[in-house]
């Protein structure tokens, strides 16, 4: 070591406060790091073939029965406490650490989509279920199969090491993120991660940091991509019923037609975003996505029933949205002596990752996917991650899971029935949660 080196340590020394625990804090996460990625690695033939059963037998939302019961039965084993029947069929699960420390909440989401899946994979999914009465194909096309069983690899890592973990952590396999499937989304109740709140899942014990993850299309396998801050949109359901008064067809001036004034709305709907919203606070949309009226072309129906959804990342921004389109539909039914009854149902709120955590954990999720993670844009999906966050500081990030040899710009995306999974990239999803996991425990707070 030369003169000058050793001066500039020596200075580095006595500038660091002999109290703290950083040094400490450094070695230790890095020998648990060193843990996690063995863990890891010895249960990744584990991890796909939980993922592969999962694929092959998926669930709506409230009824994931079957997989609720892989879950906590392999939680059970583990010597988890386990409680089911959570927002009807979750599962959650606590992780006593061997050492007293903070509380670090995991989320993954169990539940698939009505889609079917072509042939191909020895593993694909033929089955039926019920979505609202009707009988549907199912398939895991957003890849909740991917975290579910990547949240069962990551209890059984961070289990095998519970001695060293200074505090506790909390498993949610939650149920129903795509919304329920045994009654429609507007009918007043709640479901997924909104419902598990309600049921207590975050007191006893109170997690003082949530993470989860989403497998994407939009990056290539294996990578990581984070957003402080507004990372995912509100979704409302909009519901616009316009209500004329019947008549022929043929002399309309003796009817109040609902046709023409829907068609009025529908293009006022549209001046919203573009002539009043200020979209350098927000990106916004509003679309009306269906329109149904009337029974024959003679008659002038009675009534024009109209759904859309309304999406964007600032409460502000959105409830300005809600009151303007009300006054836009409304006014234009009463322009044509017709009425417009406008209903928003507020599904699922901005996702806001916290900023201090996003920065915090950025070298950990550097290390977790071997220095291959990096910032993206926001997206016009929405996520009910979106609830835990309201209430406990956390970070939701996503898992590129496109083949190196295939481009994430033209990969069939998530909801997709040809979306894929490249089940390389789990184990790094396995690694980032209990990197992640570990960091908080060992250093709580945000610096
Ligand atoms: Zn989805
Ligand atoms: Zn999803």
Redesign the pocket.
Known sequence: MSRRIGFILSLALLATPLWSTTPYAQSAVADLERDIRQRAAQIEDKLIAWRRDIHENPELGEQETRTAGLVADHLKKLGLEVKTGVARTGVVAVLKGGKPGPVVALRA?MDALPVKEPEGLSFASKAKGKYIGREVDVMHA???DA?TAILMATAEVLAGMKDKLPGTVKFLFQPA??GPSLYAAFTGKSWGAKQMIKEGVLQDPKPDAVFGL?VTSGLPSGRIGYRAGAAMASADELRIKVTGRQGHAGYPWRTVDPVTTAAQIVLGAQTIVSRRTDLMKAPTVVSISTINGGSRFNIVPETVEMTGTIRTYDAQVRAGVHRDLRQVAENIAVSANAKAEVEIIELYDPLVNHDKMTARMTPVLLRAADNDAGPINPTS?A?DFSFFLNEIPGLYFNLGVVPRDKDPATAAP??SPNFFVDEKALVTGVRALSMVTVSYLTAPGFD
Request: net charge negative; with cysteine.
């Open positions: 989401d957003c890849g909740h975290h993120e795509e989403h999906a996520e998530n909801h």
